[in-house]
């Protein structure tokens, strides 16, 4: 099963999406692109969820 627009990538840690900052913003970048929405759950970077519009601020990813 892949993502469709509408979804939301849900991670645990925000270390589990991304090697490394560059690659975390990229694969961010490209949901949303996609129309797919990212919520971290635990730990450093529960602030994100860009399927908000405080997320969307953080993350710049518009509306």
Known sequence: MSLQPGNTLVV??????????RHL?????????REIGFKVLTGQGTQIDTITPHGKLVFATGP
């Open 12 to 21: 645990w840690k925000l270390d589990r999406l991304g090697r490394n900052l």
């Open 25 to 33: 913003v990229n694969t961010i970048e490209k949901l949303k692109n």
